[in-house]
């Protein structure tokens, strides 16, 4: 079975920690888990996937001054990747090449903001299991994002 028989949508979450260098450029680091649900009822040797990874970004956000602060990331990272199925586990573990974020952050606070994102990961599997060939993933979110800025805005 392929890892789309084994594993459906899940939920996750990620941390980012950035440094402004400028008004509009965040530099820093992200780290994220997700966990996948199963594909379907019909998959009784299906258990459980999960997945943590962790990498480098810059974001650029597009206005200042304002209360909703649209912003795009890219990055680059990490990922370790662990399979069970019907109690072996596998795991898979890569370079995380690509990391594209758009979303933005509407402040309701001087501090405190929250906003919508979506992302695209796409990365190689170079590190398998016995007999498996290296892989290409793609893994795409949708969410909230909360975000406590220490200066304000």
């Keep these: 079975l392929d890892f789309p028989d084994r594993a459906g949508p899940g939920f996750g979450v990620s941390g980012h920690l950035g440094v402004g260098v400028s008004r509009s450029v965040v530099l820093g680091g992200w780290a994220d888990y997700l966990s996948f649900g199963e594909a379907n009822d019909d998959c009784a040797t299906c258990d ?6 962790f990498g480098a970004f810059v974001r650029y956000h597009l206005v200042q001054g304002v209360r909703f602060d649209p912003w795009m990331a890219v990055g680059a990272g990490y990922r370790m990747l662990d399979v069970n199925v ?3 586990c596998m ?5 995380e090449w690509l990391k594209l974020q758009v979303g933005g952050d ?3 606070l001087s ?3 929250f906003g919508p994102f979506a992302e695209l990961n796409l990365g190689s599997f170079t590190d398998l299991p016995e007999g498996r060939d290296v892989s290409v993933y793609g893994t795409g979110l949708i969410g909230v994002r ?3 800025d220490v ?3």
């Design 48 to 53: 459980d996937a999960s997945s943590i990874a």
């Design 86 to 88: 019907g109690g072996d």
């Design 91 to 95: 795991s898979y573990s890569g370079i």
């Design 106 to 108: 509407w402040y309701a």
């Design 111 to 113: 501090q405190v903001a």
């Design 146 to 148: 909360l975000t406590l």
């Design 151 to 153: 200066r304000g805005k």
